[in-house]
């Protein structure tokens, strides 16, 4: 029963855009992306293109070293050009694609998500934001200073990093500290509001274990950057002193240990690889409920593995270090911690095998990408077994195997899973439809690209052939161009991608508010979403991924209590066919 | 499975209650928390830094420097130690509104924290060793001069509430202002107590 | 699969290699289980399990089944304690790294030093027992045998016998790191490390800086020479009657040749740490005699 004396609103009202406040998709708004608005929804997008556009920045220096190496010779750019080159590709890949891209998404989907109007720190939010293209700016320097910019490595190792050749104070790895600080400062202000959003501002009855994954990942991941990230400022920062000050902390001719700047560096940089990967589990998990109209397989066991490699993901990170100058026992014990690593991320993909079969699947351009993200994060997972073996990683320690390992990860899940959380979102946040054709030619090239680009890397670094290398011995030429000529394959696949946005965005035809037919939050409200997400707060009756059962998503029993009156409640997990 | 083409339009007069206090709620000094959780890690770090060094060197101390005296460090211990106890009353006068109180208490607190910051000029100026000299070196002037940034910052901090307090009606919203700076204060204060142990005290 | 491993890895010249291939050989096999089974799942699904193109309804509301989570818990557990435990075995097997003593740095520029002088007089007998000194710089090699008075760009061993080394660096981090051996260690400057590894099979072998080490980082090699007991002490014998002369090395060339161009194509670099003066070098543009022993074809 209502109280007869509340108003309502007319539902015109909410139809119409209102012009004071025009809808953050709307591409004859795009005024707003270059402002500073507290709108978690435009600051989203703010960060997702930002990040792509240097995501083809770092692309595009990734292609010149792989121009470079499709010769055996460092005949293409001078050698100190070519490690720059990595140095940077490495660090803008890093620094200026994943974590701002993830940020973005986090940003767009968590509120809609948990049924917030906004992020909990809307103000901060925008300033961690527009640290980003600060420090791009930064790092873009770089380039131009005498001397170049950062050639140490995207690690950054002393004494290699220590020995600045032009000896001026502003050089391009002081500019590359500062840069990745000022990230640090960002990444720091996102964690906070996200951990703080998680926390605080989740709808009425969206306890714990009715919040989706994709959420629960999120969450995990700003924990480690809280905890890990701090470790890499102090080990920066005391780097940084003995750069420009001349302290002694890295530099063993004046006492200091370099090896202790590997400790600092890799706390953080093991953790934030987990940072990078788990919001795309978190992808995976809502995609493949949808496409395969099932529910998330073991939804309970997923969420909490994702709290199981927070925590386990903080004891592993001397795996990185198997060749360093490192006693066997530190070896051995990270070694057995590095492995159980595997369980939890294991059990996240047999469930969403589970997810998947017997499902009634739909080969969408987001759920191709979702499955072949799923099949090359697992060999990706298999190679990573196997680099956890110490004696193993001896032999292949610094050499292709591990490059053609994480690219794997990166790009076989990072990426791919990144594809498809944006085919799959780009209706709510458009209000568009992309097409679809392109996108399954997007999914061909970009699958065939990164397999034979990384492919290869395998046997180069079992037969040898170590990495950051700008010239080799003439016995690894032969998978080298075949390396080479995928990269160059990955390089052109971005092209359909780019294509099918602008045009999509501009003249896509009309989404409606949810034409995946898909549960969740986001699907209940318009596509793009009204300013303030939801007109009123949903109250939460039902766990996620109710595909396949009568239980209504939310319920709007005016005494709160939950009821599910078939009456009183509108079913609004079914949306009715695309519009 | 049915399909229903309806779109959800929620009964306006519903959840008015739950949206309105969603706004209300302040989740400022929970995000405040958060952040200082955070900071703490990068002290943590450079303690852990600390004790590797320590333990690992052959020669720690700077050549012909015997020790660090500790008496007036110790002094500015309990002088900083005491500030979190004068701060905490200048919060409970503010809880009462008795803002005179708050205002005497909490200007004793940034006398009591400037004092600590003059002591520790005073020792850095005294001693024979820079932040160049050696990993020991770098370490002392490390973790001192970070800490005192933060005692700074937090002086700094207690003025700016210090001035907020004559602004009419400043409190109308709570006073997360004096709070989050007060938790800040003692979250320093713990900090220099673990530095204390491990930099004086330690041999 | 498992099988197949073998071929992706260089020839096992060490004792070290042939328990680390059987372990990747292992781990194969498992991986491509594993892998063949979850692909496949999905394939099977991809291909038979698409939903009819007018059907809008759900599929089974199926949320979970705990009998089937503890076996994909329980299975991997156990194989990765399996894995773990022969990992564990291998490395112990292995014995390669010994103590890692601090070592007072001494010189840290890069600029040349005073020529070091080596007294090469006659061989004693053979000093398998002495370990071979190894000092990596920016970007040479140099292996000294204290013992016999010799020193060298390339590495000799003698194929059968645990050999030994001190490494050390000059300046920064370099790698010591021979595929074919199977084995590598990161030369940490300030430490000089106690390494060890039993090569068994002649031959010549590519010996490569692995941690990442400046300019001309990838330039950083030289070879590795397994030979009989025999061939060594006479290559031992010969180098340490031959006077020491600057050894000449990729960097080195490279960086003079572009210090010659006025047009700089490339950013400030480093400069190369003054070449080794050893007595025996295996670049061809130096005054010393060709090996007088067999070799065997690069591998």
């Known amino acids: ?579 | 499975m049915s399909s229903v083409n309806v779109n959800v339009k929620p009964d306006p007069t519903l959840n008015s209650q739950a949206a309105h206090s969603h706004e209300e709620e302040d989740h400022r000094m929970f995000g405040f928390i958060v952040f200082l959780l955070s900071e703490s890690v990068i002290f943590f770090s450079f303690f852990v830094g600390y004790i590797v060094y320590k333990t690992n060197a052959t020669d720690w101390l700077p050549a012909g420097f015997e020790g660090l005296e500790i008496k007036e460090p110790l002094i500015n211990t309990v002088v900083l130690v005491s500030s979190s106890f004068v701060i905490y009353f200048a919060e409970r006068f503010l809880h009462k509104e008795n803002l005179w109180g708050f205002r005497l208490f909490w200007l004793l607190t940034m006398a009591m924290g400037s004092f600590f910051l003059y002591g520790q000029a005073v020792e850095w100026m005294g001693l024979p060793f820079g932040f160049k000299d050696g990993v020991f070196g770098g370490t002392f002037y490390l973790l001192t001069g970070f800490h005192g940034l933060h005692v700074l910052t937090g002086v700094l901090l207690q003025g700016l509430m210090l001035g907020r307090s004559f602004l009419p009606n400043n409190y109308e919203e709570g006073e997360f202002g004096v709070e989050a700076t007060s938790l800040f204060w003692h979250f320093v204060d713990v900090i220099w107590i673990v530095l204390f142990l491990l930099i004086y005290v330690w041999r | 699969m498992g099988q197949q491993a073998y071929s992706w890895l260089p020839p096992q010249a060490s004792a070290e290699s042939i328990l680390i291939d059987k372990l990747f050989s292992f781990m194969t096999a498992v991986g491509t289980f594993i892998f063949n089974g979850v692909v496949g799942t999905l394939l099977y699904s991809v291909l038979f399990q698409r939903a009819a193109k007018y059907d809008p309804s759900d599929g089974p509301p199926i949320e979970g089944n705990v009998k089937l989570e503890i076996i994909w818990t329980g299975i991997p557990i156990l194989l990765i304690l399996w894995i773990g435990t022969v990992s564990y075995q291998t490395y112990d097997q292995m014995g390669i790294l010994g103590s890692m003593t601090q070592k007072t740095m001494e010189t840290v520029e890069t600029v040349p030093a005073e020529p070091t002088q080596k007294v090469a007089t006659s061989v004693e007998e053979s000093a398998t027992s002495a370990p071979i000194e190894v000092h990596s710089r920016q970007w040479a090699w140099e292996f000294r045998y204290p013992k016999e008075g010799v020193s060298s760009t390339e590495l000799h061993l003698p194929v059968n016998q645990r050999a030994k080394f001190k490494l050390t660096s000059e300046d920064v981090i370099h790698g010591f790191f021979v595929p074919a051996f199977r084995v590598k260690q990161d030369i940490i400057p300030g430490k000089e490390i106690d390494f060890s590894f039993t090569p068994i099979r002649e031959g010549r072998y590519r010996l490569r800086d692995s941690l990442y080490s400046g300019t001309y980082f990838a330039a950083n090699q030289t070879d590795v020479v397994v030979e009989s007991e025999a061939a060594y002490q006479k290559w031992l014998q010969t180098a340490a009657k031959t006077t020491p002369t600057a050894a000449a090395n990729v960097a080195q060339t490279e960086f003079a040749q572009a210090e010659k161009t006025s047009v700089s194509l490339g950013w400030a670099t480093v400069k190369p740490a003054p070449a080794p003066i050893v007595n025996y070098s295996n670049q061809p543009n130096t005054s010393q005699p060709t090996p007088q022993f067999e070799e065997e074809p690069h591998e």
């Open chain 1, 1 to 579: 029963m209502s109280n007869a004396s509340v108003e309502t609103r007319p539902n015109s009202q909410l139809a119409a855009p209102d012009p004071q406040q025009p809808e953050p998709g709307a591409p004859e708004n795009w005024r707003r992306f270059f402002s500073f608005s507290t709108d978690h929804k435009v600051i989203g997008i703010q960060y997702i293109v930002t990040a792509f556009v240097f995501f083809l920045f770092g692309g595009l220096l990734a292609m010149v070293m792989r121009g470079e190496l499709i010769t055996p010779d460092a005949d293409l750019v001078d050698r100190t050009v070519y490690n720059g080159l990595f140095t940077m590709h490495g660090t803008i890949m890093l620094f200026m694609w994943t974590f701002p891209m993830l940020n973005g998404l986090a940003n767009y989907l968590v509120p809609l998500m948990i049924g917030a109007r906004d992020m909990a720190f809307p103000r901060l939010n925008a300033i961690a934001f527009w640290l980003v293209p600060i420090f791009g700016v930064i790092l873009t320097a770089s380039f131009f200073v005498p001397g170049g910019p950062s050639q140490s490595g995207w690690w950054a190792y002393p004494p290699v990093s220590l020995q600045n050749p032009t000896g001026n104070l502003i050089n391009g790895q002081s500019l590359w500290l500062v840069a990745v600080a000022l990230s640090g400062v960002s990444s720091i202000m996102g964690a906070v509001n996200i951990v703080t959003t998680i926390f605080r501002m989740r709808a009425p009855g969206m306890g714990w274990f009715k919040m989706p994954a994709f959420v629960w990942t999120v969450f995990s991941a700003q924990i480690i950057q809280l905890i890990g990230l701090p470790a890499l400022t102090a080990g920066a920062v005391m780097l940084l002193l003995d750069l420009t000050t001349g302290t002694s902390f890295f530099d063993p001719v004046k006492g200091g240990d370099p090896v202790l700047y590997q400790h600092f560096f890799w706390f953080y940089s093991h953790p934030a690889v987990y940072v990078i990967v788990l919001p795309i589990f978190g992808v995976f998990s809502e995609i493949f409920p949808v496409y395969a109209r099932k529910p998330l397989f073991g939804y309970k066991v997923v969420v909490v593995s994702s709290l199981l490699i927070t925590v386990l993901s903080l004891v592993v990170w001397v795996h990185h270090m198997f060749a360093s100058g490192t006693p066997g026992w530190m070896r051995m014990l990270f070694m057995f911690s590095t492995m159980a690593i595997s369980i939890p991320t294991g059990i996240k993909v047999f469930a969403w095998v589970a997810t998947v079969w017997g499902g009634k699947l739909r080969l969408t351009s987001a759920m191709l990408f979702g499955l072949g993200g799923l099949s090359t994060f697992l060999f990706a997972g298999i190679t990573g077994i196997m680099l956890s073996s110490a004696p193993f990683d001896i032999h292949v320690n610094n050499t292709y195997f591990v490059v053609g390992h994480f690219h794997y990860v990166i790009n076989g899940a990072v990426v791919m899973g990144f594809y498809a959380a944006i085919y799959h979102w780009f209706p709510k946040m458009t209000g568009r439809m992309y097409y679809e054709g392109l996108g399954k030619l997007h999914f061909a090239l970009t699958f065939i690209g990164i397999n034979l680009i990384f492919l290869p890397m395998h046997p180069l670094g079992l037969m040898g052939m170590p990495r950051r290398v700008a010239s080799y011995d003439p016995e690894f030429a032969f998978w080298n161009v075949i390396a080479s000529l995928g990269g160059f394959l990955l390089g052109v696949s971005t092209l359909p991608f780019i294509l099918n946005m602008l045009s999509s965005w501009t003249r896509g035809e009309q989404a409606g508010d949810n034409p995946w037919r898909a549960i969740g939050l986001e699907w209940l409200v318009s596509s793009p979403p009204p300013h303030e997400n939801f007109e009123e707060i949903p109250i939460i009756v039902s766990p996620p991924y109710g595909y396949g059962s009568d239980e209504p998503l939310v319920s709007n029993n005016p005494k709160g209590t939950f009821e599910e009156s078939a009456a009183s409640t509108q079913i609004a997990n079914l949306a009715g066919e695309a519009n």
